[in-house]
């Protein structure tokens, strides 16, 4: 079970990373426990300065854009 | 072979290039296609349109691409990193500049904002960032550049960063530190350790496609929408229709058009089409100007947005400052023009 979480405070790019976990884990069958994370001051928790940021197991993989495919499905297949 | 991006990046350069300089002869003969005469109102109109867009949206492709590049090397915690701990004045007009190069979006001011509180970046220095990264920006300074020159483009860019370093300078004497909102003035500042992300070249130029098919993908359709409100202006409004309220001798023409601006919101690919169309048609420089700065500098979603850490009273300061700067702006340009 990966512990995923999208930062992001409902922006539109936001949106589309948390599309974009979920199709992938759908398509690699992996299993994921997806969180939002939406308030301002547990984004900065996590030293985030620009949304949408995705923390995978407890660590910042990706901040300030919608990540390529490519790169989502390398943090599922553990790499 | 054909899958190194090295290698398609040569050949779209070389399309590129090619369609750049063949675009004058190429829309002259589509025009002639039309069944219209070129000497019409309608023929005009046409002229502008399948010249100016094609070549605007060219321009915008390359420009993109290459900020794209640029933008992988000034992250937003490099610049905060940059900016800690420096005292207003030289590092205002540092971060003016960092807000030129650093990738912005307003939906990640507050972020921003907190992550440069937080960092002991001091406040001043942190409006300048804030002023400058949305008004001077990458794909305005394209299609001044395309639209009206270069020079026209270079006094935007200067501007624009003046009112950014000023602004940010009065701002900062001001001492508001009080008035931001109680939770981030509780917020403990901490010292941040930056690393960067190891980047090869290729992925460099990756980032470079990534925002061509971001920031084109997403503003084409008001580049046209522009330029079609713009073709429709050169066409068929008189000349001179607009030097009566928006020429140089009309002096309320400029407090009107910030007032008009500010709450006004479109990016600057969407306006610039239209200011162009009338300045052509009489409307002074200095009040165009001030107009689109207006607009793209300060919208009600972005304030909107920023009321999560600043108080009312702060956005007011904050707006009157940056307005005042930008009516500056437009005055002086009438004069000395």
Same mark, same amino acid.
């Given at each position: ?79 | ?75 937003? %915690?490099?610049?905060? /990193? !940059? #900016?800690? $701990? ?7 007009? &540092?971060?003016?500049? *960092? =807000? ?37 920006? %990458?794909?305005?300074? /394209? !299609? #001044?550049? $395309? ?7 270079? &006094?935007?860019?200067? *501007? =624009? ?43 460099? #130029? ?132």
């Amino acid at each position: 079970m990966i512990d995923v979480k999208v930062l992001g405070g409902g922006c539109a790019n936001c949106k589309n990373t948390i599309k974009l976990v979920e199709e992938v884990a759908r398509e690699q069958g992996v299993e994921i426990k997806l969180e939002k994370v939406e308030d301002m001051q547990d984004i900065m928790a996590y030293d985030v300065m620009s949304t949408p940021g995705v923390v995978i197991n407890g660590s910042v993989v990706h901040r300030g854009s919608v990540p390529q495919r490519d790169r989502v499905m390398d943090w599922f297949s553990g790499e | 072979m054909f899958k190194d991006i090295r290698f398609q990046l040569i050949i779209a350069v070389l399309l590129w290039v090619g369609t750049y300089v063949s675009l004058i002869p190429l829309s002259e003969w589509v025009v002639s296609l039309f069944p219209v005469e070129r000497e019409s109102h309608l023929g005009e109109a046409m002229a502008f349109f399948i010249y100016d867009a094609p070549k605007v949206l060219l321009l915008l492709t390359a420009v993109v691409f290459v900020m794209g590049i640029i933008n992988t090397w000034f992250t937003p %915690e490099r610049t905060r /990193t !940059l #900016l800690a $701990g420096r005292s207003l004045g030289l590092a205002n007009i &540092l971060a003016a500049s *960092l =807000g030129v190069v650093t990738p912005f979006c307003s939906c990640s001011a507050v972020p921003l904002f907190i992550g440069f509180v937080q960092a002991g970046v001091p406040l001043g220095v942190t409006f300048s960032f804030l002023i400058a990264a949305p008004m001077v920006n %990458e794909i305005a300074l /394209t !299609l #001044l550049f $395309g639209l009206f020159g270069w020079k026209v483009a270079l &006094l935007y860019l200067v *501007l =624009g960063l003046l009112v950014a370093i000023l602004g940010g300078l009065v701002l900062g004497k001001l001492g508001l530190e009080k008035y931001l909102e109680q939770w981030v003035q509780d917020i403990e500042k901490k010292q941040h350790s930056f690393d960067a992300e190891q980047l090869t070249f290729s992925d460099r #130029l990756q980032a470079g496609v990534v925002s061509v098919k971001d920031v084109v993908g997403k503003v084409w359709i008001y580049i046209l929408l522009g330029i079609s409100v713009g073709a429709f202006i050169h066409g068929f409004v008189p000349e001179n229709f607009m030097a009566s309220f928006m020429g140089k001798s009309a002096w309320w023409s400029v407090p009107l058009a910030v007032i008009i601006g500010v709450p006004m919101y479109s990016s600057a690919a969407g306006i610039i089409p239209v200011v162009q169309a009338l300045l052509a048609k009489g409307a002074a420089l200095g009040t165009a100007l001030a107009f689109m700065m207006s607009v793209v500098a300060l919208s009600l979603p972005e304030l909107i947005i920023l009321r999560k850490v600043l108080t009312l009273r702060l956005i007011i300061t904050f707006v009157s400052i940056v307005a005042s700067g930008i009516l500056l702006v437009g005055f002086i340009f009438n004069l000395v023009l």
